[in-house]
C-alpha cells in the first residue's frame, strides 16, 4: 500500500509560479513510476509530467517548457514546478504513483486567475 499526500496548490495570478509536492509513505527507489495528473471542471483527468525510476520525464505538449518534475529520495517526495502559469492550467492536480498497482493522492487545487 502506498500513500501518497500533496500540497502546495493555491490562487496565484496568471504569469506566477507555484511548486506542488507529493510525500509518499513508501521509499519512491521502489516505486516504477510517478506522475502528476490534473482534472479540470467538466473535462477528464489527464497526464501532466511523468518520470521513470531510471529518470526519463515526460511532459504534457502544453506544460513543456513551464513545468518540470523532480523528485528527492531522501525526502521521498516528488515535485512540480511550475512556471508562467495560464488561467488554463487551473485544476485539481494529482500525484500518481505505480508499482505493480496504481495509486493516487487526494488532489491539491490549483486556481490561476487572469
Known sequence: QVQLVESGGGLVQAGGSLRLSCVASVSIFRLNTMGWYRQAPGKQRELV??????????????????????????????????????????????????????????????????
Request: charged share 15%.
Open 49 to 114: 509530467a511523468g518520470i521513470t525510476s531510471g529518470g526519463t520525464t515526460n511532459y504534457a505538449d502544453s506544460v513543456k517548457g513551464r513545468f518540470t518534475i523532480s523528485r528527492s529520495y531522501g525526502k521521498n517526495t516528488v515535485y512540480l514546478e511550475m512556471n508562467s502559469l495560464k488561467p488554463e492550467d487551473t485544476a485539481v492536480y494529482y500525484c500518481n504513483a505505480e508499482v505493480s498497482l496504481v495509486y493516487w493522492g487526494q488532489g491539491t487545487q490549483v486556481t490561476v486567475s487572469s
